[in-house]
């Protein structure tokens, strides 16, 4: 699967899903969460609400994806993921995929034709972007799940670096 990557924010991407690195509780938080959230409006929190008080009382899973309108921004839906938080004890690089490949699969089902990922992980769950990015690079290279056009949008040009060398030598 071709993955184009760039630098940008995700809530400004013009594709049919874009993907939020959420936390478990779905009811917001900072970083790419704080942003989709500001941005897209509350239609999204109110669905987030939603799926909290019908299939997720006990919060997402980190691993899992789930989807949303997306509000007052440009893409049609929100796929909300959460990502695992780095470990130094424990392997979650699995955790880490499942955020990819469940995020393509949803998408599928909403029939999405593109979707952009950010850096899941790699902010404020402190998950190496070296590491995350091999991760991304063969979760999405192999997902069994096809979307016509992918798209990684980092926030900074550092990730950006880290991200396209992950992606040309995968
Ligand atoms: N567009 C694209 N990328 C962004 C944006 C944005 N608007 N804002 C931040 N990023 C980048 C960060 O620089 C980082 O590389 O997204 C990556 C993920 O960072 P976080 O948003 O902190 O996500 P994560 O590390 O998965 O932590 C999730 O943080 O915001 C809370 O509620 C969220 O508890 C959850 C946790």
Known sequence: MRVNLSRGD???????AIVNAANSSLLGGG???????????RAILEECRALRDSHYGGGLPAGRA??????NLPARWVIHTVGPVYSTTEDRSEVLASCFTESLRVAE????????????????????????????????????????????????????AVFQRAFDTR
């Open 10 to 16: 995700i809530t400004e991407q013009r594709v049919d």
């Open 31 to 41: 970083g790419v969460d704080g942003a989709i959230h500001r941005k897209g409006g």
């Open 66 to 71: 789930v989807a949303t309108t997306a509000g």
């Open 109 to 160: 089902e909403l029939g999405a034709e593109s979707i952009a990922f950010p850096a899941i992980s790699t902010g404020v769950y402190r998950w190496p972007p070296e590491s995350a990015a091999r991760i991304a690079a063969r979760a999405l290279s192999t997902a069994p799940v096809r979307v016509p056009r992918v798209e990684m949008v980092l926030f900074d040009e550092d990730t950006l």
